[in-house]
């Protein structure tokens, strides 16, 4: 039914259609209300048979997901952030051991400085853990790829991450259509585990491995993530078979037919930025947007396709590698080498800092005038970073730049929505 | 589109007004997204919710930067952050305040907004009278409902109820209603004296 709710709630009641057996999370923003949600259906008994538990940790709350997978219950979770590098340990346990855990990543900034706000810092960090991620662009999709997480996760024995990005979708209240119970059941079987704990057939899982067989393990998990390149697409055409809607898959294309000039990005930003190339469209630019929805596995065929026709592709994404540049950039240009395609970088809202239609409508005009340099910073505050630069050459106890930042910046006016 | 930025403190309401808002005109048919100025919202800090309406899809994501209308809850903001900034020529303020514009010092608002655009509404007034606590959010999403006809009040009312269960909704839904008579009353004053 369609609902105006709130991106959180949408995906709480998302979470409960698929019948997860035990739910454990630590509270941390913006990833609460999701949790708190669940918590209440759970005390309520809408949810049931389920277990909520308490747990004094993240790391907790990851062990006990996949203690709960491995004893056979379907298990769910959800973090962010620091939540998530606390939990580190336990995130490469679930993809190595091969436990099918789907966590919701309400994708924010990870300190120092601390921050709470949005980007993709925090997916970045677990992008070599074996888990399958997925960027959602909107509450709809989130919640959505939530079911189809469930599904596929049990079907390859892989865990599976939904990121959503942070505030932005998870408290943003806006229309919904809420799956009922028996679209979801028929979509999503019990799950019947391919390796369980049970007292009358014993196994061992996690046992220690030797040189002799790891690296034979690792390829196992790259090839249960390439199979997933062929059931991700599937899954969600199955999807669409069940509900009417497009959700899912492996990239989205916009506006991408006879486009000089492709954007590519992940997550709810992608709304923003198809709105400037409606504008720069109407402008006479041929511009067009692909959107980057299994980020792992990186889907770099489907890449190749989506971006064929362009002579430059923009990749515009939440998070970098310091000293590096882009990650999802770098992924980009590997998978469009050879072809001749020029391929710049930018990295947006770090922070939470919002990325405005009209700084992607310049952007988009000076890409379509061949004059972007090859990794750009948008909307960065030159002025501020070279006056602590200067600051650092002058003096050996020039401070904390974080605070000396700050200070500079309230030497000067601030607006609303800042 | 229909934009609108709501500025309050931290404990008004501020972003439950947002999201009623969005229902009531989700109810009525429209698209609409309402989302909070993302921060570590503390009691009597100054907190930004927005929302947007329109009849199609509602993609962007930045937040509320030349909003159509800007609600004020708590008017001692006025020196505090610049609550007017970046709204449309022909935009629309709606301040919780038993005095006039020109008490406040805001007389300036008539050469920059059109006039009949520009209305106070004593919202805490009528919820102390009306809830029995000073929280002017619902109060003045029935204002709001007056003075730009964007949603009915039968919309705001019903949302309101959907959200404050039982005896609390009924009240908040009479309390929007006397609201949205408030600024009818004040509307057809000020067309008064612009005939005189």
């Known amino acids: ?418 | 589109m229909f934009q609108v930025r709501i500025h309050g403190r931290g404990g008004q309401g501020v972003v439950t007004a947002a999201e009623i808002l969005s229902v009531a005109a989700f109810d009525e048919g429209r698209q609409a997204q309402a989302f909070p100025s993302f921060g570590s919202e503390r009691t009597g800090a100054p907190v930004v919710s927005y929302c947007r309406i329109d009849d199609r899809e509602i993609r962007t994501r930045e937040p509320v930067m030349a909003p159509d209308a800007v609600i004020v809850q708590d008017v001692t903001l006025i020196n505090q952050v610049d609550l007017f900034a970046g709204l449309s020529p022909v935009g629309y303020v709606l301040i919780n305040t038993s005095r006039s514009f020109e008490e406040l010092g805001l007389a300036e608002l008539f050469l920059r907004f059109p006039r009949p655009h520009l209305v106070t509404c004593p919202a805490t007034e009528i919820a102390l009278e009306h809830v029995g606590r000073p929280l002017p959010n619902a109060a003045l999403l029935g204002a709001f409902a007056s003075l730009t006809g964007q949603i009915t009040l039968d919309a705001v009312k019903k949302a309101i109820t959907d959200h404050f269960a039982g005896a609390v909704g009924e009240r908040n839904a009479a309390a929007a209603a006397a609201a949205f008579d408030a600024v009818v009353h004040q509307e057809e004053e000020l067309s008064r004296a612009d005939a005189d």
């Open chain 1, 1 to 418: 039914m369609l609902t105006q709710i709130e991106g959180s709630r949408a995906i709480a009641e998302t979470v409960a259609l698929c019948r997860p057996e035990v739910v454990c999370a630590y509270p941390i923003s913006p990833q609460t209300h999701i949790i708190e949600a669940v918590g209440v259906m759970v005390k309520e008994g809408r949810l049931a048979p389920c277990e909520f538990i308490n747990v004094e940790s993240e790391f907790a709350a990851m062990s006990v997901a996949l203690g709960a997978s491995a004893a056979g219950a379907r298990a769910y979770t959800a973090t962010a952030s620091q939540g998530l590098l606390f939990m580190m340990e336990a995130v490469y346990n679930a993809a190595g051991l091969g436990l099918p855990v789907v966590m919701t990543l309400a994708n924010r900034a990870i300190g120092a400085p601390i921050n709470i706000w949005n980007d993709h810092s925090d997916a970045m960090a677990v992008r070599d853990s074996g888990w399958i991620q997925l960027f959602a662009e909107t509450n709809q999709e989130a919640a959505d790829l939530h079911v189809q997480a469930f599904r596929l996760a049990e079907e390859l024995s892989v865990p599976v991450m939904v990121c959503m990005d942070g505030f932005i979708l998870t408290h943003a209240v806006e229309g919904v259509d809420l799956l009922d119970q028996a679209t979801v059941d028929a979509f999503l079987p019990p799950y019947d585990p391919r390796q369980v704990l049970d007292p009358a057939n014993p196994v061992s899982i996690g046992a220690m491995v030797g040189p002799e067989a790891f690296q034979e393990v690792r390829y196992l998990a790259h090839l249960r993530q390439l199979d997933a390149l062929h059931r991700i697409p599937a899954i969600a055409e199955e999807f669409f078979g069940a509900t009417g809607r497009r959700s899912g898959g492996l990239v989205h294309s916009y506006r991408t037919e006879d486009a000089d000039t492709i954007v590519v990005a992940m997550g709810s930003v992608l709304g923003t930025i198809k709105d400037a190339v409606d504008i720069r469209r109407d402008a006479g630019e041929r511009i067009g947007v692909v959107g980057i929805t299994s980020f792992r596995p990186f889907p770099a065929q489907a890449v190749r396709a989506a971006l064929a026709g362009a002579s430059q592709v923009v990749v515009l994404e939440k998070a970098f590698s310091i000293g590096h540049g882009g990650v999802l950039a770098t992924d980009i240009s590997m998978a469009l080498q050879g072809s001749g395609c020029v391929v710049r970088e930018v990295v947006a809202g770090l922070g939470g800092r919002p990325i405005t239609r009209l700084s992607l409508e310049k952007l988009f005009y000076k890409a379509a005038q061949g004059e972007l340099e090859e990794l750009l910073f948008l909307d960065l505050e030159v002025d501020v970073v070279e006056r602590e630069r200067e600051r650092m050459r002058l003096e050996r106890r020039s401070g904390p730049s974080a605070e000396n930042v700050l200070r500079d910046l309230g030497a000067r006016s601030e607006g609303p929505g800042r």
